[in-house]
């Protein structure tokens, strides 16, 4: 679909966060290896990044189906790493500095172009968030990392998990508009077949080094999505900002 | 109390909006005064404005007393908004041209000094808006206005209005502080009263043209907020931004 047919009636932007908008891979390694350094762990800081953010969808399951209550993901956070931390066969961390690594996921570092991009994006259309992340955890990760939001939506508004259509369909509501009006922004396919499922506008942005190395999925569009960009800088260019 | 006793504590201030931050009765006006110039209305637009205004508080009291469930301050702008008309003798507006007027809330302008008080309160500490109107409302006032906000809290992220008690307790926990780490800012001090009933610190921002030339409320500060200022420059001057 050419721009020009898209552009009137866009009026927000909605963004996924991990992997779309920051790099969380390598901001958790980060953390983690001081944390190893203090407390003299042995452990891959890449690896453990990555076991940690595996249990990230199953944790999310029984709220999807309905079986447990929504807690927010920082709950959900903390209860992986206590796992995690057992996985390694480490000892348990006190409960100030389980909780400043859990808060890890708070400080995440954004990709290159998303500060620059959103800056841009944002003088034209509504931004909010789309994630999983809760409120608390958006709002410090977005003063932290520089993030211009215009409010947070996403899970915790909704009391569920992407991809339930209840979490896209409560911020495109809480904004009052039509899905068609707003634009869903990931690097995951799965997400956009959701949103658009639901009547938003998509847009790709091609993240191939989330997983790092060895990234084996998302590596390219797998539909015709409204937009299919490199950065939020190419968004902003693509959307004439 | 002293601004450096209070300072290491606060992580967040959380704002009211209508009066406080935005300046309501000039900017109803302005656009009651646009319509009327097409439609031939023989109205007084601060009249008009007034009594939109007060018809406001008690709009929301069936919610408040739970016998409403809730519905969103543009909801209820609209339902006083077609009393108005009757009770002033005017033709029923279409849709369209109703809607946009309702949307007149949308569009408030702020006081001067809010701009660039926010924009310094903002590098310290996370800034919310804590005000009865619904999250578009915000959002679209905060693009019209340039607010800088982080994210929008207050009536509908609770499903009811201020002073409910869960208003301002659902905003400091989805920011995941406790109340004393956040600071209630208001022109108004009953809303201060029921934020520091909860455990909030306040500041008290004198707003004494909110109602015009006649206003006879809200004058001076009726108790010891922590902060007492005449705008957010001064604001951001006593908590050192």
Redesign the interface.
Known sequence: MAESDLKPEVKALVFDVFGTVVDWRNSIAREVEAVARVKGWAVDPYEFADRWRAKYQPSMEPVRRGEKPYVRL?DLHRTSLLALLEEFGLDPLPADELEHLNRAWHRLDPWPDCVPGLTRLKKRF?L?TMSNG???????M??HAGLP????LGA??ARNYKPVPTVYLTGAD????RPEEVMMTAAHNGDLRAARDLGFRTAFILRPDEYGPNQTKDLKAEEAWDQVVGGMEELADRLGC
């Open positions: 920082d509504i909010a809760n409120v608390a955890l958006m709002v410090n977005a003063k939001w215009d409010t947070i915790e508004p809480w904004l009052g508009l």
